[in-house]
Structures are given as C-alpha cells and as structure tokens.
C-alpha cells in the first residue's frame, strides 16, 4: 500500500515537471515494435496486427513529425516520435515494411545476427511451441541446473502457461551454454527435436537485404544470440556486440552505426556494455525502459515505449500517457 502511495506521489510530481521540460526542449519519444503478424497465440504480446499497426502508422504521419533513430535530435524544435523493431523477424520485411513504404514512416529494426537465414527459432519462441503449444506433455518436468531441482505441474494448460512464464525468466538470467543446456532437457522431456521456427522466423538474409535497401530502413544491431548482456563477462559481451555489427556489415556493405540492448531494462546490460558499445563505433544506443529522450540524454541509453496490439483509440491514450512519463 505503501509502495502504491509513493509512485502516485511521484507520478503527480513528475507530469507536471515533464510538461514543463517538453516545453523548455522537445522531447522525442521511441516507440519500439517486435512483430505485425496476426498469431494464433502470443504469450508475449510482441505482435501488433497489420490492421492496427496501418492506422497507428497513419495517425503518426498525419499528427507528428516522425525522425529516424539515426538523426541528431538535439536540434528539434517539436515534439517527435521515432518507430523502431527489435530482433528481425521475418514478418517485420514481409509485413510491417509495405505499411511503413505505403504510410511513408521511416523505422529502425535491430537485427540479432543468429537466427538470420536458419530455421531456428528465437528461444522463447522455442519455449512457447515446446510448452504451450503442444498438447501431447508428461504431467510434471523436473529440471536441474547443477545448483538446485526444481518440479513444475505441466498436466494442465495453465500449469504450462505458470511454467512457461517461470522458464522464460530463468532463461533471461542465465548464460549462453546454460540456456542451451536447460532447452535440450525441455527437448528431450518433451520428445522433440529443435523446433522449427515456422511462422515465428527470422528473416532470410535476402529479406534482410530488401528491408535494408529500402528508403524508409535504417538497420541496427542486437547482439547475436539474444542473451541479457548484463550475465555475460565483458569479453563475451564484446563479442556479441561486435559480432552482430560486423556480420551485418558484410551482410549488407555498409556501416552499422545504432544498437539496441537485448530486453533493454537497466539491469540487463552494464556500464561496461555501454562503454563497449561506444569502442566499436556505435553513435547510439536504445535501452527498453520508458521516458522521453531530451537533448540531455545519454545517447547509449534511449528510452523506448513498448507498444502492444492496440486499437487506435488505445494507441492514442497511450501517446498522451508517453508525452508527459
């Protein structure tokens, strides 16, 4: 109760201190995107129907100015929204880009280099077509970690859905060789084999290329494996970082110069990450916790606003909600 008390305190404080510093220096504010599919199932929310994200577009283009990640915002003088894509997949080139050329909205997608052109999906997509999605589960699982045994009820839907959400969490925190020790167990409990991405794809790099020649894309990095930066030792987070920078580099021939955090809240990537990011050349750097960006900003931690499906009555409540948060 307490803790509810003091973020309304500190919300009425704020709104009013955030308007007056819009009106001081323009704020800009990054809406990031993951997917425009329409999914039979999507424990994430990470998809926005075509539908819906065409008038989210639409109402941008015709109501404020839109900037490209890349761009120097310091010298805005309005208010601005900027669009970007997290991870690559395929439907944000076969989707989401005829609606971005169609509207005419510039959007940066952050690509994670690994699932490019394979048929192997995403890991928590991999969780969900493992755990929830297939109908045919033993009753219980038991993992072990090395440090501890831990026993889910997996008979019902919602006892998979618990784990699922559990497993993903897990997951997020752990290394690299862990999570692929923890999904082989998943596999083997549940009989299949790596699953194949299917709707839930990366793009093929022949995708990556036409969503990258088109004038309205700017293409960012975003690790190779999709790990939580903050888990990993510096010298594995350098690697992932420049990694992904210099394979999409030879992928498309030419500099990559924007990155975006994977999950992206401040406790999932490091001081060192940050200064990383700066040493391979990278101009910014987009985080996942909401605010607005203003000329004081620190450019390798740019605030976005994750954006849902929501209709557009939904959506512009939302705006109105990001201009003073």
Known sequence: MLNKLYVSARSLVRTPLNRLLNRIDPPVIVLIYHRVTTLPSDPDMLAVSPDNFRQQMRYLKETVPLVRFEDDWTKAVKPAICITFDDGYADNALEALPILEEVGVPATFFVSTGTIDTNQAFWWDELELIIIKNPNLPSSLTL????????????????????????????????????????????????TGEEIAGTHRAMTV??????????????????VTHTRLSSLPPAAQAEEIAASKKQLEEWLGRGIKVFSYPFGRRCDYTKDTVGLCRGVGFAKAAANFAGQTHSWTDPYQIPRHLVRNWPLDTFTAKLREFWTR
């Open 144 to 191: 072990n970690d090395n440090r501890s045994v831990i026993t889910w009820p997996t008979g019902t839907l919602s006892g998979r859905q618990k784990f699922y959400q559990d497993i993903v969490q897990t997951m997020k925190n752990t290394s690299i060789k862990k999570r692929n020790d923890l999904l082989g167990q998943l596999r083997h409990w549940a009989g």
């Open 206 to 223: 022949d995708e990556l290329r036409l969503l990258a020649k088109n004038r309205w894309v700017t293409i960012g990095a975003h690790t």
